[in-house]
Every structure is written in C-alpha cells, then in structure tokens.
C-alpha cells in the first residue's frame, strides 16, 4: 500500500506498519470486506439521522450535505503528539503576543522584524484596536492550527487559522461513531480523550470575561444562523457548552451594555464566543449592510463590558503574508527556536520572487494572502495551461495578494472505500485554547482526507472528508480485548 | 429562554400537530367523497375540506376549479400552498434546525427522520395530476405517525420547563383552531337536540368529523349511544375528557400558560384571556352553545383563540426593544 513518493503513516517503504499503526494493520488484515462496507454505511446513516451537515456554497442542488467520514482511523503516537503539542503552544503564544504587541506598541514593528506595511495595510488589520487592552491579552481565544508531515519527524504548520476556525464538533462526532462503530478497534488501543473539549473551552471563555460580569459570568455563542455552512457546529457546541446559542437579532446594546432578548426580558451577557467574522459583527462599526451582527456590539466591547472571543483584529496574525514571517517572529517574542516548522514560502510581493514564482507555477501551490477554504488557490501540477495562464495574470496585477508554496508530498493514511484500501493525502487541525491560565490544547484534532486518488486538497468544500484522529499510548493494552 | 428560541418551539409544535390536522382531513374526506349522495355525499366535501384547512381562497386562486385530484395534491404536497403537509414539514424543520439546543436528540431524530421519509414521498408524489391511492394512504399513516412519535419524543424527553411549555402551548393552540374549524365547516350538520334530524343522511358527515380528529371511539365510550350530532358538538367543544375538545385543550392552555408565570414570577394579558375562555368553556352548555349559534360561537372562538395567540406572542415571543425593557421594570417593581 506504500507509495514510495510520499510518507505513509501506516506502512513503511519495506511494507511492513511503523509500530504505532500496527495493531490497525492488523485489523484491517484480519477484517473481511463486508465488514469495512457494513461499517461503512452504518456510519453514513449515523451521521446522516444526526443531522451532521454542511452547506456548500455555490451549490444550489443541496442546500446540506454530508462530509464523507473514512472509519479508518489516524493515528499518531504519544511521543509524536507530546512534539506537536509543544510546538503548537509555543506558536499560539506568540500569535497572542504578536497581536498584543501590534496593537499596542508594535515593537515587533520597531525591531525590522516585519515590515510595517504588511501589518498596518493588511485588511484584517483594525485600528479601532490601537490601545485597547483585551482581558489577559489573550486575542486568540480558540484556533486551528493546520499542520502537515512530509516525513516521520517534522511537523510542518500549513496554516494558522485564528479568527473563527470550524471543525471541532467533527473531532468530537467523529470520535463518538468510532466508540459505537469499531468497539473491537478501539479495545486494542489506549486512546486520549477528545470528550473534554467543551469543558475546557467553557473554562477558557469564563476567564476571560470582564472584571465587573462577577462569579458566574453570562457566555454565549453568536452565529450568522442556520444558513452558515457551519451552523450545525455551532448548534451542536452551543448545546455541549450550555450556552445560548444567539444570532445578531438575539442580541441589543444599551448604554454600551450587550442584552440578549429572552423570554423573561433582557439578560445581560459578558463573554461572546462568536462565530460570526469582523466585517459582520457590528454594522455601525464594520459593515454597514450586515444584518448579521448587532449594532452598538463595538462600542461595548471597547468599553470592556463584554469580551469577544477570538478578540476583533485577530485575522491579522493568520494572514498568509504574516506566517512567511512567523518563524523570525517567535525567535524575536520568545528567543527560541520553532518547533514547528513553516513550508517554505514565497512571497510574491518581492519582485525577484515573483519572477521565480511565474516561471515555476506548474510546480507550486499559489495561494491568495488573504483567501480560506481552499477557494481560489492553484495548485500548479494539478492545473490546466489555461488556468495557470490565469493565476499568472492575476499574479501580476496584484503580487502582494499572493504567496506561493512548493507542492508538498502530504503524508498519506488508509482510507477505506468500496475498492478497497488505498492511502489518501491528509493534513491535521488541532485546536488550541487560550485562556487566563494559559493554553491547552485537546489531544487529536480533525484529520481531513483528501479522498480523491492522487488529490492534494483535504478543504471539505473541495470534496475531502474526515477521519477520526487517535492519540495512542506507544505500548498496547497488553493483549486485552 | 431566548424569545426567538420560545417562539420556534412554539411554531414548531404548531406545525406538527397542522401536518397531522391536515392528514386527518383529508382520510375523511377521502371517505365522505366515495359515498352516494343517498347516503350524505354532498359533491362538496373537497370544497368543505379545503375550507377546513383555511386553504380554499389559496385554491381557488392557484388552481381555480375543486376536484379530489387537485385538492389532494394542494392539500398535502404542492409548494405553493405554504399550509400544506409538506411545508407544514418543512417549516417544523426549519424551526427546529434553528433551535436544535433546544431540543432532546429524540425530537431532533423523529423531526429529522419525518423530514427525509417526506422528501421520499415527494419524489412519488412530485406533480400533481392522478394521484396513487395506496401509495397516499401509506403518506398520510406517515405523517400521522411522525407527529406521535415527536408528540411522544417531546412528552417523554423534555425537560419540564419553559421550553417544554413553549412548545405544548404551540401544539394546543394550534389544536384547538383546528378543532373549532372543522366543527365550522360542518355546523350545519351539527343540529340542537329539539331540532328535526335529517334522518340517517347525515350519519356519515357527523362520523366523518369525528374521525377527522380520532374521536369515533371515544364518543363510544363517552355517550355509549347511537351518534347524534348535538354530542357531536358537546364532544368536541365542552367535555373535557376528550384531548381535542376545546375544553380540554384550555385546560392545558390554562395550565401552561400558569406554569409560565409562575416561573416567571408574573403574569400578563395572555393568562388573562387564555382563562377567560375557559371559564365560558367550563361554565356553557350546549344549550347555550346552540341559542348563540353554533357558526357564532365557533367563530367568535376562532377569533379569541387568535387574539391569544397574539398576546401570547407579545408577551413572550417577539417584542421590541422598548417592550422588552418596559417589561423589566415591571418585573423588577
């Protein structure tokens, strides 16, 4: 099953499983195909009477679909999971640092470290911020840190996602179908629990409300409603953390004070884990035709009387422009070394850059600075003359809006289908909390799988699925099953 | 609660306990149209039916002449009539999506199943034109079924609170308008006892209304005597062991919108009226019932129970900013 190109997380190039795949291996050996495909369609149905969507956008043939789930789970091994983990709390320390320090006396700025331009004339850059002090500085309350392996040891960060990154409850949903699916998989394996998330996310957000909200701060969840490709999310983390889930209507300002409508009156609310982007959130601040969000929401939040989690202004440290810079960047807050590391990036904004980047696009990754979701890249071996023709055109008339990759070789992991086994591309979202007493990060994550044979590109939008993603003590459960 | 959360359970049960209405009356319409005219068969019964349904002026306008076909069809699936079967599913789907926290997994599960087992039969049933009869009597068992199963989801998951309550006030509120109107349509056929009974003529058209709200056994059982049409009436609007008799669904209306209070701490206009009327349902009489008029009084019903529902909105569902605060003070007061 090893395709001598790319790493394969479960099977080495000689054929045999590295040893944290092994008893998987061993399964799916063992495993008749019948029992693959009947396991396969239960969890289709389980998902489907769950109700666990998404919305694409651009289709108008459905309005919900489901993300295709692969029961084969990833696995990773304690003493992989402990190097990640530490990189990942080291990178989201300094996002919150960096964005601190650029709203306030911008000394990263000062010191040559990144260009002034890049920070102050970046969209996601808000100068309503300038001077304003968050609770404990912490700016980036919740992201989803994409990461990718090229080969065995080295944790590469793809991307950081730090305004409202989605995807947990497909961490959290798909752990739950595993339990019930593959019982005699999960007996062999001492799995890290992911179950915990909520709580630690509910504990992250009441220590960051604002002094004057008391004992037992008032936490909800703003969604754009049922219409956003993630609602069921946030339907489903509402629910886990007891929280009303609010929508802009829900919500009125009065005397810079936010209430949300209930049936007993208006209730007073202090911490708001929004899932709802800048621009929508106030329309006397942002934009001025957003229905979505609630006007006066900005002139309470810069009063301190309610937090927003992630804070506004945070899109500034995810920018594709910015993370060409991340590495110098921890090295200036943190004097140390990254731990994980950047895919080596070009910037198209440099002209002696983007010479190379035109004459090297069929074998790069070109990415918009300030797109997501997979929406509007190139992926140059994959792309038709005509579209790399394209991307040249729009390269040139706007280099600072993009950046370029060199074509990663993604690791693959087993994925089941109909033909049987066969390894699929997958990158990794772990989601990493911050709060007053630090940050957290769940063990495992939402795999994403790039189903297609051959495909590079795991964005659900773009036809990836998920996979249930194990952290797995490196020694077995000693034969018990 | 939030307002908005309240005001979708409330529709949401609303909607169900409609689908279900609607598949009741046109079972019985279904039966009625079959008959000879010998035997009670108007030849309008579609007509009566669509005006049961409040969907005849809709009809007239979208499809012009009645017959069984078409009125099946716009009845139970055509999109254009936003009280059809399938909207009414559509839309209790709706609400519930938007107020999944809301809901236990059971609701969720038996609204969501409902929903994609409708989507199947609107498949079979996709324009109008003939319409299969087996196939239509297999839909409107479904429907019949997946309104039990959220009403048994609901009753028997549901925490016992203001979400809970929200949501059976949608379900009697709704109930009882439907009850008043089919009792409407057909009120003259529901004659006093000192009148002249048309004979035996009649007989179908009075156990087609009882079936139309699952009530030919009970009023075995509550009269134990040949149908006459005056316990017709008696049964559906005073007696309160029968669960779809207006009576007996103020008394839940009542005990609901007390439960409300009570955890509120305050009462308003809605608990008010909602005991007014069943202090005239407690207290009436058929006699008095027919010396008003039976079409008088089941339309002045129709009227009170839409008023309630508007002040039941007011206070607790949807208000502007000013109501919303206003009803603070009071509360603080």
């Not at chain 1, 055109?393 to 992991?413: E, H, R």
């Not at chain 2, 028997?156 to 203001?162: A, S």
């Amino acid at each position: 099953m090893a395709n001598g190109r790319f790493f394969d997380e479960m099977t080495k190039p000689d054929g045999l499983p590295r040893a944290v795949y092994e008893r998987v291996n061993d399964w799916l050996a063992s495993a008749p195909p019948e029992l693959l495909a009947s396991r396969r369609s239960q969890a289709e149905l389980m998902f489907r009477r769950i109700g666990i969507t998404f919305a694409v956008y651009g289709d108008k043939d459905s309005t919900e679909r489901l993300i295709p789930f692969d029961i084969i789970p990833r696995v990773l091994g304690r003493s992989e999971w402990t190097r990640l983990e530490a990189g990942l709390k080291q990178r989201v320390k300094v996002l919150n640092m960096f964005l601190a320090d650029i709203y306030g006396k911008g000394e990263v700025i000062k010191a040559g470290i990144i260009p002034e331009d890049i920070v102050f004339q970046n969209e996601h850059f808000r100068p309503e911020m300038r001077g304003v002090k968050v609770p404990h500085d912490v700016y980036v309350h919740i992201s989803g840190i994409d990461i990718v392996r090229v080969d065995d040891h080295d944790f590469y960060v793809l991307e950081d996602n730090a305004r409202t990154p989605s995807g947990v409850s497909y961490m959290l949903e798909n752990r739950e179908v595993m339990m019930r699916l593959v019982p005699e998989l999960f007996s062999r394996h001492r799995v890290a629990p992911v179950e915990n998330y909520p709580d630690a996310l509910l504990t992250s957000l009441r220590s960051v409300a604002p002094k004057a909200s008391g004992s037992d701060p008032v936490c909800v969840l703003l969604t754009p409603g049922i219409y956003n490709s993630a609602y069921y999310e946030h339907s489903f983390l509402a629910d886990k953390l007891g929280v009303e889930l609010v929508e802009g209507r829900d919500l009125l300002v009065r005397d810079k004070i936010v209430y949300m409508r209930t049936t007993q009156g208006p209730q007073r609310v202090d911490v708001i884990y929004r899932r709802l982007d800048d621009d929508f959130l106030d329309p006397l601040a942002f934009r001025p035709d957003s229905a979505l969000g609630v006007a006066g929401l900005m002139s309470a939040y810069l009063a301190g009387n309610v937090t927003l989690a992630n804070a506004v202004g945070t899109g500034v440290a995810d920018d594709k422009a910015v993370y060409t810079y991340m590495p110098e960047i921890i090295k200036f807050y943190l004097g140390e070394e990254p731990l994980l590391k950047n895919v080596p990036t070009w910037r198209c904004r440099e002209p002696d850059t983007l010479k190379y980047v035109l004459a090297h696009l069929p074998e790069l990754v070109v990415k918009e600075v300030n797109g997501s979701g997979g929406y509007g890249m190139l992926v140059g071996p994959h792309a038709t003359q005509a579209q790399i023709a394209e991307f040249a055109v729009k390269l040139q008339n706007d280099p600072d809006g993009f950046i370029a990759q060199p074509t990663l070789n993604l690791s693959t992991c087993p994925a089941s289908f109909e033909s049987g086994i066969g390894p699929r591309h997958v990158d990794l979202r772990p989601f990493v909390l911050s709060g007053a007493d630090g940050v957290r990060v769940i063990p495992g994550g939402l795999t994403r799988v790039a189903l297609k044979e051959g495909s590079l590109v795991v964005n659900s939008s773009q036809g990836g699925g998920t996979k249930d993603t194990w952290v797995v003590d490196d020694e077995s459960t000693g034969g018990l099953i | 609660m939030l307002s908005r959360t309240a005001d979708n359970l409330y529709w949401l049960s609303r909607y169900m306990e409609r689908a279900d209405f609607l598949a009741r009356i046109i079972d019985a319409a279904q039966r009625l149209a079959t008959l000879p005219t010998a035997y009670g068969g108007t030849g309008s019964e579609w007509e009566s039916t669509l005006n049961a349904a409040g969907a005849l002026d809709g009809y007239r306008e979208h499809i012009g002449a009645v017959n069984e076909t078409s009125a099946i069809y716009y009845l139970a699936f055509d999109p254009q009539n936003s009280s059809s079967i399938c909207n009414c599913l559509e839309f209790a789907r709706t609400n519930a999506r938007a107020v999944r926290t809301a809901l236990t997994i059971e609701m969720w599960q038996s609204i969501n199943t409902a929903w994609l087992e409708m989507k199947r039969f609107q498949t079979i049933f996709g324009k109008p034109g003939t319409i299969d009869r087996l196939e239509l009597s297999r839909f409107l068992d479904f429907v019949r079924k997946a309104s039990l199963d959220f009403d048994g989801s609901a009753h028997r998951t549901m925490l016992r609170n203001d979400a809970h309550w929200f949501s059976r006030l949608g379900l009697y509120m709704e109930r009882a308008d439907t009850t008043a109107r089919i009792l409407d349509v057909k009120y003259n056929v529901l004659l006093p006892a000192t009148e002249q009974v048309g004979g035996s003529l009649d007989y179908f058209q009075w156990t087609a209304i009882l079936r139309a709200v699952s009530a030919l056994t009970a009023y075995n059982w509550v009269y134990k005597s040949s149908i006459k049409p005056w316990f017709v009436a008696d049964l559906l609007i005073l007696r309160p062991e029968m669960p779809r008799s207006l009576r007996s669904c103020y008394d839940d209306i009542v005990r609901l919108l007390d439960n409300i209070g009570r955890a509120y701490g305050k009462q308003g206009r809605a608990q008010a009226m909602a005991r007014e009327t069943l202090h005239k349902l407690e207290t009436g009489d058929m006699k008095q019932v027919f010396g008003m008029g039976l079409h008088e009084f089941l339309t002045d019903f129709i009227e009170g129970n839409d008023g309630l529902g508007a002040a039941i909105g007011a206070q607790y569902l949807v208000h502007d900013d000013e109501a919303l605060f206003q009803g603070q003070m009071q509360s603080q007061g």
